[in-house]
């Protein structure tokens, strides 16, 4: 053994043999408490102490920063940890490591165990609570400064563990030699780590009440790195410079029109194009940005809605399995990458909805679920905790950081990628605690019910929360079942979303038209129940992913006909229809087009269909119908008013026949609708209309621009002095075969 210097002085009356045992076993839960600079007093002497664990290394020394002086350190262990004692100094200084390892490399850096806590006493108490909305600014792994002095921060809650170490290649994935410390009662453990920089790969490695380990990514993660990898990679999401200033100052200046246009194109970004000169790969963010943003503005859409975006393991999920919360997914680039598609959209005039999944996760190990040895983040009993639709866990609503996590996951979306909107996935699964469960499968709530009171409350403070931070960010639910006030403010007793996609009009209107034409009559009645709660909610009237996949045919061959121009008629006219009908407008992408295929989202989009006019003629008709949409108030901005709705005639099921009218609020601006599906041409059909004059055709979905035969009215219809439909005013109509026409009162 090497002398000694005079002033070290041996210090194992202070550190005992179970405490170093503890620290080269990595068992140790309060190392800041044992590593780092010390005062001691021992047996009339007194000064500092240092100790460190140093992965590889022959000889260690403490440097001192103000003066360059070195105190040799001594091995207490052959697996890493030295330690010193420097008599007479009471207060602790600056210093670094000077380490040599075995290869004669010699390395100095900042210790660690040096600095102090990175959260504070209040954070923590907020974060107890469920009310630190911020908390993805303190948990996670964020570049910064300590002491003047560049590093990482990480945070991670386990609040069940018995020892956090933070792992990755700067310490070989050896959890001796980062552990964490410990944050008391709040369950947080913390460490920053100097000298770590943006693209480090990292885990948490926790020890749980059992013995066991397990290894977990950051449920705080940013970016992810790509399967069979799973480690989080440390970013600065803060890098973007953004150029959207008027899109966001605009739509704050929105936030009280709720009842404007609102057009979504629905899109699954690894699906929609592909590279076809690349392997077929998938088009990445920045490729995305203009490809998406020019045909959304040639489309007439004002929203692109992106399906779920946050990390996932299985691309077979289509993103609704996360695993991390936080992080776009890698598959398209990186976070910053993401901001650029978001900015550029932002710039073109398009607005991004993002599908958001707070329900449920996977159970893969090596993210949430049992995440510190323990059901952390979802409930023990499988009779709550388990999602048994989807193979999942659902998330514990009650428990205060659980709540926090995902509320401030909402905001987070909000905050770092300035996102327009959330649609929340599976909002029912929410609502209900019987969901998909049978009698004995399900525990009631306190009040002996079936609905999810915490659950209830999450949803009503999210939606809170955000409309207070981001006044304009709209929220939109995916709720099938008739729970009441979903749309209604939380003020007002209601759950508070901005609108719920209309499902039940949705499986109505197929059904309908999804029977051969001479079946029709006696399914009148799916076409026109929707008007009974049509003004019960704020509602979007939508054609979803869920509906052209699993076998349930593409929106094309679900129409109830022989052949592809008749299947074509059938699906112009049910889209004229859904445009004429109250409510705001999805489309799911490929259906615009006509897509013959079920979605598949390992394959492009057939787009060369569009070279042939059944489809090419549908997806003109999308945009015209958008173009119209927006461009006239009676069609858009009395979505959400029954004011703006009126029926001429619903009951001509023989024909199957009916029309309606759609008017603004000052009955100034009126649309005449009227729709025919049956194959036949039906000449002099009169109908009775509100106002007498000149109505111009202004879509006829049997144009032969839209690869119709070309049977109308000659672009108008003149009202004559006989009544009918309880009106003064009527039109002898010539109606097309499988169409919708839309007319507009101009003149007297």
């Known amino acids: 053994m090497r002398r000694q210097p005079e002033n070290f002085h041996r210090i194992?009356?202070?550190?005992?043999?179970?405490?170093?045992d503890a620290l080269i076993s990595a068992r140790e839960a309060e190392p800041h408490?044992?590593?780092?600079?010390?005062?001691?007093?021992?047996?009339?002497k007194s000064g500092l102490v240092v100790r460190a664990m140093v992965d590889g290394a022959v000889e260690a020394e403490v440097v001192e920063l103000k003066n360059g002086k070195s105190f040799p350190m001594e091995s207490v262990s052959e697996k890493g940890l030295f330690e010193v004692a420097i008599p007479r100094r009471r207060t602790v200084f600056p210093y670094q490591l000077r380490v040599t390892y075995a290869s004669g490399e010699k390395r100095q850096y900042h210790d660690p165990y040096r600095f102090l806590p990175t959260l504070s006493e209040d954070d923590l108490y907020l974060f107890g609570e469920g009310n630190e909305h911020r908390i993805y600014k303190k948990l996670g792994a964020h570049l910064r400064q300590m002491d003047g002095v560049p590093g990482v921060s990480f945070g991670v809650w386990a609040p069940s563990a018995k020892r956090v170490s933070l792992v990755g290649n700067f310490n070989h994935w050896d959890?001796?030699?980062f552990p964490m410390r410990s944050l008391g009662a709040s369950g947080v453990w913390e460490l920053f780590v100097p000298g770590l920089g943006?693209?480090?790969l990292y885990k948490f490695e926790?020890?749980?009440?059992?013995?066991?380990?397990?290894?977990?990514?950051?449920?705080?993660?940013t970016y992810f790195e790509a399967p069979p990898g799973n480690a989080s990679i440390v970013h600065n999401t803060r890098k973007h410079t953004w150029k959207d200033e008027s899109w966001m100052e605009q739509r704050v200046e929105n936030a009280a029109d709720i009842d404007r246009p609102i057009s979504i194109y629905e899109v699954h970004l690894g699906s929609w194009k592909r590279k076809v000169e690349d392997a077929a790969r998938p088009f990445n963010y920045r490729e995305l940005a203009p490809m998406l943003a020019d045909y959304a503005v040639e489309m007439g859409f004002t929203h692109i809605e992106v399906m779920p975006l946050a990390e996932h393991p299985f691309e077979g999920s289509w993103g609704y399995q996360v695993s991390g919360f936080y992080a776009p997914t890698h598959r398209f680039g990186n976070p910053d990458d993401f901001a650029y598609f978001v900015d550029h959209l932002h710039q073109r005039g398009i607005g991004i909805i993002l599908d958001w999944v707070p329900a449920h996760f996977p159970r893969d190990s090596f993210a949430l679920a049992e995440f510190d040895g323990t059901h952390l983040y979802e409930h023990a009993d499988p009779r709550q905790g388990a999602q048994l639709d989807w193979g999942t866990l659902i998330f514990n609503f009650g428990r205060n950081e659980v709540r926090g996590f995902l509320v401030a996951n909402a905001l987070a979306w909000l905050d770092r990628y300035h996102i327009d909107g959330l649609r929340v996935d599976a909002v029912a699964s929410m609502l209900y605690l019987d969901y998909s469960r049978e009698e004995g499968e399900w525990i009631p709530n306190k009040h002996g019910g079936r609905e999810n009171l915490e659950a209830i409350d999450f949803l009503r403070e999210t939606n809170r929360l955000v409309h207070d931070y981001y006044p304009g960010v709209l929220m939109i639910a995916e709720e099938s079942t008739a729970f009441a006030g979903i749309s209604k403010p939380v003020d007002e007793g209601g759950i508070g979303f901005d609108f719920k996609w209309n499902m039940g009009w949705m499986h109505d209107t197929l059904r309908f038209f999804e029977k051969e034409p001479v079946h029709r009559k006696w399914h009148h009645n799916d076409l026109t129940f929707g008007a009974l709660y049509q003004w019960s909610e704020n509602f979007v009237t939508v054609f979803s992913h869920d509906e052209?996949?699993?076998?349930?045919?593409?929106?094309l061959h679900k129409m109830g006909a022989w052949h592809i121009p008749e299947k074509a008629a059938n699906l112009r006219s049910?889209?004229?229809h859904m445009w004429a009908w109250p409510g705001k407008k999805c489309l799911f992408m490929g259906c615009e087009f006509g897509q013959s295929d079920e979605w598949k989202y390992a394959g492009s989009l057939d787009w060369h269909l569009c070279q042939f006019i059944d489809h090419e003629g549908i997806r003109l008709l999308v945009r015209d119908l958008n173009y119209l949409y927006q461009k006239e108030p009676a069609l858009s901005r009395t979505d959400l008013s029954p004011q703006g709705f009126r029926w001429i005639a619903a009951h001509d099921t023989e024909a199957s026949v009916i029309s309606f009218l759609r008017q603004d609020e000052a009955e100034e601006s009126l649309f005449f609708v009227v729709g025919h599906f049956t194959p036949l041409t039906r000449e002099d059909y009169?109908?009775?209309l509100p106002r007498a004059g000149r109505w111009e055709e202004v879509i006829n979905t049997n144009s032969e621009y839209y690869g119709g035969s070309g049977v109308g009215n000659g672009g108008e219809i003149h009202t004559e002095d006989v009544e009918r439909d309880g009106m003064s005013q009527s039109g002898v109509f010539t109606l097309p075969p499988l169409s919708t026409m839309i007319f507009k009162w101009t003149s007297n």
């Open 548 to 555: 052209v996949v699993h076998g349930k045919g593409s929106m």
């Open 33 to 44: 408490a044992v590593l780092g600079m010390h005062p001691f007093k021992t047996k009339g």
């Open 198 to 200: 943006e693209g480090e």
């Open 206 to 221: 926790i020890l749980d009440q059992r013995d066991n380990l397990h290894v977990k990514t950051d449920p705080y993660g």
């Open 574 to 576: 049910l889209y004229a």
């Open 12 to 20: 194992a009356v202070i550190i005992t043999p179970k405490q170093i």
């Open 175 to 177: 959890g001796r030699y």
């Open 686 to 688: 009169r109908i009775g």
